[in-house]
Nanobody, 129 residues
Framework: QVHLKESGGGSVQAGGSLRLSCVAS????????VGWMRQKPGKEREGVAA????????YYADSVKGRFTVSRDNSKNTVYLQMNNLRPEDTAMYYC??????????????????????WGQGTQVTVSS
């Protein structure tokens, strides 16, 4: 059985940084797409960043490009999301996810669906102005 567990969320001021971690039990990270989705109050979940473990190709939402970096540590079976220059609009519950469809691209645009196979329980990120 696969479990994903996030950590690293918290409260920061605008311009600050946080690093989220997601540890997986089981071999879910092997040749799969892994990454992060977020959900703001009253909104649907949206893709933040993803990484295909087969070739390490990465995908980012336009709103986080240049500020967030997704990476993986094979030895620790862990995926990270380094978030720099955080903004109040980044405030959300952040979820780790794993599913081949997380790397879905439509008409040249990264467009992950919200119905993915594996999810963590979420970690809250709050950015104050």
């Amino acid at each position: 059985q696969v479990h994903l567990k996030e950590s690293g969320g918290g409260s920061v001021q605008a311009g600050g940084s946080l690093r989220l971690s997601c540890v997986a039990s089981g071999n879910v990270y092997s040749r799969n797409c892994v990454g992060w989705m977020r959900q703001k109050p009253g909104k649907e979940r949206e893709g933040v960043a993803a990484l295909f473990t087969g070739n390490r190709e990465t995908y980012y939402a336009d709103s986080v490009k240049g500020r967030f970096t997704v990476s993986r540590d094979n030895s620790k079976n862990t995926v990270y999301l380094q978030m720099n220059n955080l903004r109040p609009e980044d405030t959300a519950m952040y979820y780790c996810a794993a599913d081949p469809m997380l790397c879905y691209v439509e008409l040249g645009r990264w467009s992950p669906p919200s119905d993915l196979s594996y999810w963590g329980q979420g970690t809250q990120v709050t950015v104050s102005s």
